[in-house]
Each structure stands twice: as C-alpha cells, then as structure tokens.
C-alpha cells in the first residue's frame, strides 16, 4: 500500500487532468494506467499510439474512490519523478468493477470503450486484488 502521503487521499490534489501527453512517444509493452489517462485527454495521442475502443488491456492500481453511483470505479497510479513533492496521479474508470475498499491494490484485465480524447473508460474482464507492487510509483 502507498504511503498515506500518496495514497488515495493525495489524488485529488496530484491529479493530472488534461495534462500534456507527449504527443509523438510510442508505448512500449503492455499500456500502463498513465497512458490510459493520456488517451482519455488526447486524441491525438491515442491514434499515434493506436489506442482506441476495443484495445486490450493488463495493469495495476490502486482503487483512489469507492464506487460511483454509475457502478464505476476509480483507479490510480502515481508518477513520480524525484521526490513525493512532484508526484503527479493519474486516473481511470472501470466498469464491472467489484466495490472495493479504497487504497486496494488490483490487477485489471479488460478492455476500453469509449471515445479517446472524450470518455475512454476500461471494461473489466477481470479485477483481481494483489499485493501493491514492488515499486508503486510508474
């Protein structure tokens, strides 16, 4: 589990809406939960990196909200560069999630739907709780 300081208490002050996604970087391996979010924001990222509705994805998180009214749940990592202080949280919603106690660890197996740039969210196959990982911070 992340230190309280960067646990899901420190989303919402470290969130990353609309962040700049580096527009003409190519993904290397599996998606991670960062590149999602960079996809929800930019369309222009999602189509150089061929990521659209349908894309499978494999990652790990951190639940940071319990469950909306919509049945959807927030996930979380945090990317941190040097230090705590220039941590950046990144998030995405998951549909057919179980309700989940937040700050748990979960790997998620699915799929996106949705429209990058507008409302990219996952579609769960799977949400598996794990250990938090070795390094929690992408």
Do not use: H
């Not at 970087?25 to 222009?44: P, Q, V, Y």
């Not at 659209?52 to 945090?78: H, I, Q, W």
Request: with cysteine.
């Amino acid at each position: 589990v992340p230190a309280p300081s960067l646990g899901a208490q420190a989303v919402a002050s470290k969130r990353t809406d609309k962040v700049a996604a580096p527009l003409e970087t190519a993904i290397e391996g599996e998606i991670r939960l960062f590149e999602i979010a960079w996809a929800k924001d930019s369309a222009e990222y999602a189509s150089y990196n061929e990521i659209a509705e349908g894309t499978p994805v494999d990652f790990v998180a951190f639940v940071s909200t319990a469950r909306d009214k919509a049945g959807e749940l927030e996930l979380a990592r945090f990317m941190v560069g040097c230090c705590a202080a220039d941590a950046n949280s990144f998030t995405v919603m998951v549909q057919n999630a179980p309700d989940l106690p937040v700050d748990t660890w979960v790997q998620v197996k699915g799929k996106l739907v949705g429209t990058p740039g507008k409302d990219l969210k996952v579609a769960a196959d799977s949400v598996t709780e794990v250990a938090a990982p070795d390094n929690p911070y992408t």
